[in-house]
């Protein structure tokens, strides 16, 4: 009886665990590329932040990007966000480069920008007031 009741739990937490990361897998959207090559789609899963003291979770990606070449950089949030909750930039060492959220609170679906520095950037991405969160960032360039 423990063993069934044992395997049980075990199945249950499986499925959960599956169903919960379902949300995000697969998430890869690719929005209008008409103009633009894919380079890289990258996963973002993000827990919720602890503390309201404490800095929201963020993932972080280095790319390569080569001086003189036009980039986009686009986000697709999973099934539990909305669009207005993935924020995500790029820095060039301490640097912000550029972001889907501009001065004035408004939040983007992409961003576009010529690169004006070869070099290594890190592509930062987090949710906004510090939510969990899962969806995904692709890195496109010009045609």
Do not use: W
Not at 15 to 28: D, F, M, P, R, T
Not at 100 to 116: H, M
């Amino acid at each position: 009886m423990k063993n069934s009741i044992s395997l049980l739990v075990m199945t249950l937490a499986l499925v959960l665990n599956i169903e919960s990361n379902a949300q995000c897998n697969g998430n890869k959207c690719v929005q209008n590329l008409m103009k633009y090559t894919l380079l890289k789609s990258y996963d973002i899963n993000l827990p919720g932040r602890k503390g309201q003291m404490e800095r929201p979770p963020e993932s972080s990606f280095p790319v390569v990007l080569s001086k003189g070449t036009r980039y986009r950089i686009a986000g697709c949030p999973g099934q539990t966000a909305t669009p207005s909750d993935m924020i995500y930039a790029l820095y060039l060492g301490e640097k912000l480069i550029s972001t889907n959220k501009s001065k004035s609170g408004k939040t983007y679906a992409a961003f576009e920008f010529v690169c004006n520095e070869t070099g290594v950037y890190y592509l930062k991405a987090h949710f906004a007031a510090g939510t969990k969160g899962c969806g995904s960032a692709s890195l496109s360039m010009s045609k």
